[in-house]
């Protein structure tokens, strides 16, 4: 069974960047689509994008495009999320969450595990 | 851009059966999934593919699919249940997730 693990909780300011990190452990980053999902206090989940290293396959919800990048690295089995030009709307609890490749190319993929999610805090 | 819609809150009595529903433009021609999230806690997936049930997730747990909404029902609910529940489907290969709704157990 895969089990994610990500950086810890980060306090930034507004205008800055922030990448957070997602290691797989028990199964190697290749074989799953990688997820990002965020969570604002007291909000409900929010899909930002997601990536299969092994295709090569990256897609960003919309309302991210331009200001979120999400990469992998299949040596260390680790995928990252970076959001930049950060405001404090973006203060959530980020998630990483693996899914089958297939399924997430087919449309019917489904978050099968979770990391422990990562505290982003914007404040000036 | 496609929306999925949960009601808020549902209240159940311990050993009676809850159903929260979820809905969305074609829902029924799509996968649509649940996760059960508690307080401070990650999401754990719950149904996918409408109806199927993951390994170690009880039996009354279960989904439907149809026209333009998803319901997930609890059979004989219990105080363990109450969380927050979420849907989730794909449009256009984005992700798309229910406001969730609250299940509590009273």
């Known amino acids: 069974q895969v089990q994610l693990v990500q950086s810890g909780a980060e306090v930034k300011k507004p205008g800055s960047s922030v990448k957070v990190s997602c290691k797989t452990s028990?199964?190697?980053?290749?074989?799953?689509?990688i997820s990002w999902v965020r969570q604002a206090p007291g909000q409900g989940l929010e899909w930002m994008g997601g990536i299969i290293p092994i295709l090569g396959m990256l897609n960003y919800a919309q309302r991210f495009q331009g200001r979120v990048t999400i990469t992998a690295d299949e040596s260390t089995s680790t995928a990252y999320m970076e959001l930049s030009s950060l405001r404090s709307e973006d203060t959530a609890v980020y998630y990483c969450?693996?899914?089958?490749?297939?399924?997430?190319?087919?449309?019917?993929?489904?978050?099968?595990?979770w990391g422990q999610g990562t505290l982003v805090t914007v404040s000036s | 851009s496609y929306e999925l819609t949960q009601p808020p809150s549902v209240s159940v009595s311990p050993g009676q059966p809850a159903s929260i529903t979820c809905s969305g433009d074609?829902?029924?021609?799509?996968?649509a999934c649940w996760y059960q999230q508690r307080p401070g806690q990650s999401p754990v997936l719950v149904i996918y593919?409408?109806?199927k049930r993951p390994s170690g997730i009880p039996e009354r747990f279960s989904g439907s699919n149809s026209g333009n909404a998803a319901t997930l029902t609890i059979s004989g609910t219990q105080a363990m249940d109450e969380a927050d529940y979420y849907c989730?489907?794909?449009?256009?290969?984005?992700?798309?997730f229910g406001g969730g709704t609250k299940l509590t157990v009273l």
């Open positions: 969450a693996t899914s089958t490749p297939e399924d997430y190319v087919s449309g019917s993929g489904t978050f099968d595990y």
């Open positions: 593919q409408d109806n």
């Open positions: 028990g199964g190697t980053i290749s074989s799953y689509a």
């Open positions: 074609k829902l029924g021609d799509k996968y």
């Open positions: 989730q489907a794909w449009d256009s290969s984005t992700g798309v």
